[in-house]
């Protein structure tokens, strides 16, 4: 039976024939000529459609098999961490860079997770959300890391999924820098690491409890 093909970056659609590729666009942010070859590509292989997704890609809906490979060799563009165990998207809002209401570097700081950490191999699947503000457009409060600006530094919160038992991330630290952020979120996917569960950090920590998390990652 046909299905989703990791090694490809390629996941299998509904009509269990086609495929959908989604090229990795760090942030969201995305220059014109990328579009236009993500169009180009879309409109050679006639794929069905083309979806901008909830992290911040545009997919290419409705590819052969067969064409795949061409596709992703036409595009330049390396594959985004769609499916798989890892760390999957980094969403980014955007912050002082473009926004009048931006109070920190929500760009400057995701596109460093991004660089670092996206598709990284995690024992869990791993969401991660930067915002420059408290408005959270990037949702901070529902991924496994969340990153808020306040007008004093960066709110870090953990624990945070959607899904079927949605979960809010609890707070464990704010007014950090970006340097104390950087180490905390390290601290954080060692800690997911090495603790080896299949389950979401939010999971995780409430087996383990918020204290104990804490200590894990140097807070206490
Ligand atoms: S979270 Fe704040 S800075 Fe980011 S886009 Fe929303 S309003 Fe702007």
């Given at each position: 039976?046909?299905?989703?093909?990791?090694?490809?970056?390629?996941?299998?659609?509904?009509?269990k024939q086609t495929y959908a590729i989604a090229?990795?666009?760090?942030?969201?942010?995305v220059s014109a000529e990328?579009?236009?070859?993500?169009?180009?590509?879309a409109e050679k292989y006639e794929a069905a459609t083309l979806k901008v997704t909830s992290s911040q890609r545009v997919a290419i809906v409705g590819l052969k098999e067969e064409d795949?490979?061409?596709?992703?060799?036409?595009?330049?563009?390396?594959?985004?961490?769609?499916i798989?165990?890892?760390?999957?998207?980094?969403?980014?809002?955007?912050g002082t860079t473009f926004c009048k209401r931006g109070q920190q570097d929500s760009v400057g700081l995701g596109l460093k997770i991004d660089e670092?950490?996206?598709?990284?191999p995690l024992p869990s699947k791993f969401k991660m959300a930067v915002?420059?503000?408290?408005?959270?457009?990037?949702?901070?409060?529902?991924?496994?890391?969340g990153v808020m600006g306040t007008p004093k530094g960066y709110t870090v919160m953990v624990g945070g999924n959607a899904a079927l038992k949605p979960r809010l991330a609890d707070v464990i630290a704010d007014e950090l820098n970006e340097d104390e952020v950087l180490s905390l979120v390290d601290k954080i996917i060692s800690f997911t690491k090495s603790n080896g569960s299949k389950h979401r950090l939010g999971r995780v920590i409430d087996e383990i409890g918020i204290d104990?998390?804490?200590?894990?990652?140097?807070?206490q």
């Open positions: 039976m046909a299905k989703d093909l990791l090694e490809k970056g390629a996941i299998l659609q509904r009509d090229p990795h666009l760090p942030g969201g942010i990328q579009l236009r070859k993500i169009a180009d590509v795949i490979d061409k596709a992703w060799d036409e595009l330049g563009i390396k594959p985004g961490a769609a798989g165990i890892c760390v999957r998207s980094i969403k980014i809002c955007p670092k950490y996206h598709g990284m915002s420059g503000c408290a408005n959270s457009c990037s949702e901070p409060a529902i991924k496994d890391i104990k998390f804490k200590k894990e990652v140097g807070l």
